[in-house]
């Protein structure tokens, strides 16, 4: 009786859930190749599914974050006075959004909160490239020598002063970015395709199962 | 973890079978050692952690091994001859199990089981609690542990009554009496076991006589009994006493020496284990010798921090403020000065011109899908680019369908919307419409063009059914987009464009990135013939590019002096940095 339920308890966990993604994967994935009135209708069907999960995901993630940082304040954890503040503007900006995303509240928030400090963090890059340029863009060797040089081609190829001070440094800049650069992330694009190829193979033969939580895969 | 004894699979703690093969992991009865009390496998012969013997002397229980422990029961009845052993006692002395009841004093006959007193390592201790005839034969049965068992015959001595009896007993059967001890009348106690007199007077307190009953006072076990030493043995031990020895100053035992020596023999019964073979090496006794040294060696002041390495974290800490400074200086100046230098000295890339030559071929009320792809954090290059593209678009009076696959892109798109068809005159919902934010991920354009439109989608500022807008009259299905326009402040969105719409639906596609982006658009860009981006922008200097293509200067070549200035701010921070590099070099020589 136990190796009976130790059976369906494997199924239900592993074997179950592997049917069904190998099925609807190779559906989708025969969808993309054949254009097929049926299949293309189950396809459709499928992604517009995804669209739909990813929806409760968000909600679940919400639901998650404000679980976690309940708990974090009702155990005085760490850190505890920030995840009010987390808390009560997350119910905040939830509350003022159920009306619809472009609510006076919610558009005022966007533009005086969220909106100024996420530039104002992505603007602190232009003061540590500086000063990483100055401490770490160093002569030691033929490989250093390279990027520096291609660094600063590109720096000032990039902006009119470069134009300014010769015609060389904008076509120089050109040619580093449309050739050893194109060439370089070309490679990696076909590598990042093959590597999906394969993982789309070993997810379809059930190889590795990223659904299935603990234990998913057999390598 | 618990590993399987069968197969050696790792389980959880407190697993009860195995998950890899289903043996039980918790044996059925585990011995219990009786010295120290751990847990041993229940086919263990000696205790894991004391090294105590858990079974008799010779293995399990043998129809030989009884004859074994009688035999060393003999030699101890042999010291005793007159003293009555009742055969419960001597079962208990014959069933391994009893070890575990070493501890209890009314059943320590089992110090005289064969396998407790095979583990008593040293013999001199053993000598304090039997006979030397007795330590003899234990002697032997260690010596025989594998041996056959001893026959009467072989010993050459009578086996007592009570023995033969207890021998016709089967071992099932024996019958449960209670226990009997050998009782001793007042005056034949031993000297050496007399109670000293304020002991007794102190017990006469405590447990007054009842006038008219006799108690009986000395009751002495047999297990104490085969502990006194001979008149011959009692010299010997005399002789053997340190002058040293602590003697016992209160209680039954006062008076007596070396009565704590037993105790070790009692309750530890170890085996000292062989030693494995040991060798070393020349670098081990250098190693050894070094170590000895070191640990030997006065402990050393803490190491004072050196007035340099403070004045050089000042210094670092310092020249990244001046850094920091000359950046702010290098941004803000251009702009407080309004200088408009760089607009006389910008250009247009190829990639720019491309992307200008493919909104300028458009038909005039063509409609063009727009995916505002990005957050704010890349706002800055991003809008300018948007802001210039739409400016274009609506100059070539198109009709323009935004939607996002960020969720702040939509509001950031909303408000260049709101900005640039102010201008030119275009209202929404006819000319524009933004159909907000679209969930899906990784499969969220797929799902834009597949169907498209969909009646039920709403747009972002209304909330109203995309059906119920007049633009909606211009679009029948996806064919009807006769470009798609993308910016993507990262290259994911921009590959997710290309994979699943671009690429299958072979609709012409431009794109508007961010300069980080860039070296992952380009190869898009440059494609052979089947060019998948028609056109391509890149950063705020692409903006920039734009609005100098258009011959409309606006924010972007605006700020093209600010960016200059920190270019070349940059790069003669490196050439700066390597001159002190090389200084410092040739200083340390």
Same mark, same amino acid.
């Given at each position: 009786m136990r190796r009976i339920v130790n059976a369906i308890s494997i199924g239900m966990k592993r074997t179950i859930p592997m049917s /069904?993604?190998? !099925?609807?994967?190779?559906?989708?994935?025969?969808?993309?190749?054949?254009?097929?009135?049926?299949?293309?209708?189950?396809?459709?069907?499928?992604?517009?599914?995804?669209? /739909?999960?990813? !929806?409760f995901a968000l909600l679940l993630g919400l639901l998650n974050v404000l679980i976690v940082h309940f708990r974090r304040i009702g155990r005085r954890q760490e850190g505890w006075p920030y995840s009010i503040f987390l808390v009560a503007i997350a119910l905040v900006v939830v509350v003022a959004g159920i009306s619809g995303p472009e609510t006076d509240i919610v558009t005022w928030i966007f533009d005086n909160v969220q909106f100024p400090l996420q530039a104002a963090i992505f603007s602190l890059l232009a003061f540590y490239v500086a000063t990483a340029a100055y401490r770490a863009f160093r002569f030691r060797s033929f490989e250093s020598i390279a990027f520096i040089l291609a660094a600063v081609v590109v720096l000032l190829g990039q902006v009119p002063i470069g134009r300014y001070l010769s015609d060389l440094l904008p076509a120089a800049k050109e040619w580093i970015l449309d050739v050893p650069a194109t060439a370089g992330v070309r490679g990696i694009i076909i590598g990042v395709a093959l590597g999906t190829i394969a993982t789309g193979v070993r997810v379809l033969m059930g190889f590795d199962r990223p659904y299935g939580g603990e234990e998913s895969s057999d390598q | 973890m618990i590993d399987c004894p069968n197969c050696g699979a790792s389980n959880k703690e407190e697993s009860k079978f195995?998950?890899?093969?289903g043996q039980p992991l918790v044996a059925a009865s585990e011995m219990v050692c009786p010295m120290c009390g751990t847990e041993n496998p229940p086919e263990s012969t000696t205790c894991s952690q004391c090294g105590a013997r858990l079974v008799p002397l010779g293995g399990p229980p043998s129809e030989e091994q009884p004859e074994l422990v009688e035999e060393e029961v003999a030699a101890v009845e042999g010291v005793e001859e007159e003293e009555v052993v009742e055969p419960e006692e001597v079962e208990g002395v014959l069933e391994p199990g009893a070890?575990?009841?070493?501890?209890?004093?009314?059943?320590?006959?089992?110090?005289?089981e064969p396998g407790a007193v095979e583990d008593i390592p040293e013999p001199e201790e053993v000598e304090e609690i039997l006979e030397p005839e007795a330590v003899e034969e234990v002697a032997e049965a260690e010596e025989a542990e594998e041996a056959p068992a001893v026959s009467e015959g072989e010993l050459g001595e009578p086996i007592p009554p009570w023995l033969e009896k207890l021998k016709e007993l089967p071992a099932e059967e024996t019958p449960e009496e209670p226990k009997a001890r050998v009782r001793l009348a007042r005056a034949e106690l031993p000297e050496w076991l007399e109670i000293p007199p304020d002991f007794e007077d102190m017990l006469s307190e405590v447990a007054p006589t009842v006038e008219g009953e006799e108690l009986e006072r000395a009751e002495i076990p047999s297990w104490l009994e085969a502990m006194r030493p001979g008149e011959a043995e009692e010299d010997a031990i005399a002789a053997e006493e340190p002058e040293g020895a602590p003697a016992e100053s209160t209680g039954l035992l006062r008076g007596l020496k070396g009565t704590l020596a037993i105790e070790p023999a009692l309750t530890i019964a170890r085996r000292a284990k062989p030693l494995p073979p040991f060798?070393?090496?020349?670098?081990?006794?250098?190693?050894?010798?070094?170590?000895?040294?070191?640990?030997?060696?006065?402990?050393?002041a803490k190491a004072k921090i050196v007035g340099p390495r403070r004045v050089e974290a000042l210094a670092a800490t310092t020249l990244r403020w001046i850094i920091y400074l000359i950046i702010s200086i290098a941004v803000a100046v251009p702009i407080l000065l309004g200088s408009n230098w760089a607009a006389a000295n910008m250009g247009a890339t190829a990639p720019t011109v491309a992307m200008y030559d493919a909104i300028e071929g458009l038909d005039e009320g063509a409609v063009v899908l727009i995916s505002h792809d990005y957050t704010p954090g890349v706002a800055a290059?991003?809008?300018?680019?948007?802001?210039?593209?739409?400016?274009?678009?609506?100059?070539?009076?198109?009709?323009?369908?935004?939607?996002?696959?960020?969720?702040?892109?939509?509001?950031?798109?909303?408000?260049?919307?709101?900005?640039?068809?102010e201008a030119h005159g275009y209202v929404?919902?006819?000319?524009?419409?933004?159909?907000?934010?679209?969930?899906?991920?990784?499969?969220?354009?797929?799902?834009?063009?597949?169907?498209?439109?969909?009646?039920?989608?709403?747009?972002?500022?209304?909330?109203?059914?995309?059906?119920?807008?007049?633009?909606?009259?211009?679009?029948?299905?996806?064919?009807?987009?006769?470009?798609?326009?993308?910016?993507?402040?990262?290259?994911?969105?921009?590959?997710?464009w290309l994979e699943q719409v671009q690429g299958p639906y072979q609709l012409p596609m431009v794109a508007g990135v961010s300069a980080t982006a860039d070296p992952f658009a380009r190869p898009y860009y440059h494609n052979g013939s089947r060019k998948q981006l028609q056109g391509l922008i890149t950063g705020l200097v692409g903006a920039a590019e734009y609005e100098w293509q258009r011959g409309q200067p606006a924010s972007a070549l605006a700020s093209m002096d600010s960016q200059s200035l920190v270019h070349i701010t940059i790069a003669l921070l490196i050439l700066f940095g390597n001159v002190a590099y090389f200084i410092g070099k040739l200083r340390k020589g």
């Open positions: /069904i993604a190998i !099925a609807i994967g190779s559906l989708v994935l025969i969808d993309f190749f054949f254009d097929e009135r049926h299949i293309n209708a189950l396809g459709g069907f499928f992604v517009d599914s995804v669209v /739909i999960i990813v !929806a | 195995c998950g890899n093969c070890v575990e009841d070493i501890p209890e004093p009314e059943d320590v006959e089992g110090i005289l060798s070393f090496s020349a670098f081990d006794v250098d190693r050894a010798q070094t170590f000895a040294r070191v640990v030997k060696e006065p402990g050393r290059e991003m809008i300018p680019q948007a802001e210039a593209v739409l400016n274009h678009l609506m100059e070539r009076q198109g009709r323009l369908i935004n939607i996002s696959l960020t969720a702040e892109g939509s509001r950031l798109a909303q408000q260049v919307f709101e900005e640039v068809a929404y919902g006819e000319d524009y419409l933004n159909l907000g934010y679209m969930v899906g991920a990784e499969v969220g354009p797929r799902s834009i063009v597949e169907g498209f439109p969909r009646p039920t989608w709403t747009d972002f500022v209304e909330q109203r059914p995309f059906s119920e807008f007049p633009i909606a009259d211009y679009v029948g299905s996806i064919e009807d987009i006769e470009l798609i326009v993308e910016f993507a402040g990262g290259p994911e969105f921009l590959r997710l």
